[in-house]
């Protein structure tokens, strides 16, 4: 079993997808941290750090924050989106890094 990691780009949504399985190993590597996204169905990503000093993800801290607290379902840090949303945020983020 491998690692997910989050590459800097990626060339489509379905790519970035691919990435995310809960068979892969639970360990983040340093500079990344885990998330947890979806509306029913919560899946697990692990992205860069370096996601945290941009406004729009900033944003959607701010929202997991009023609709969770500190209390997180997945026991995790729960972001308030649906995949697409993320995808679309991560693939603009991705870019701006």
């Known amino acids: ?3 997910i990691r989050l590459p800097s ?14 068979n892969h190993i639970l360990d983040v590597p340093k500079g990344h941290f885990a998330v947890y996204v979806g509306e029913t169905e919560k899946k697990r990503y692990v992205v860069p750090i370096a996601y945290l000093n941009q406004a729009s993800f900033q944003e959607l801290l701010r929202k997991a924050e009023e609709e969770f607290g500190f209390q997180h379902p997945m026991g995790g840090l ?13 693939s603009q983020l ?3 890094l």
């Open 1 to 3: 079993m491998g690692i």
């Open 9 to 22: 780009k990626f060339s489509s949504v379905k790519q970035f997808h691919k990435l995310h399985s809960r």
């Open 78 to 90: 729960t972001l308030p989106c649906n995949e697409d949303a993320f995808f679309h945020l991560t």
């Open 94 to 96: 991705n870019t701006t």
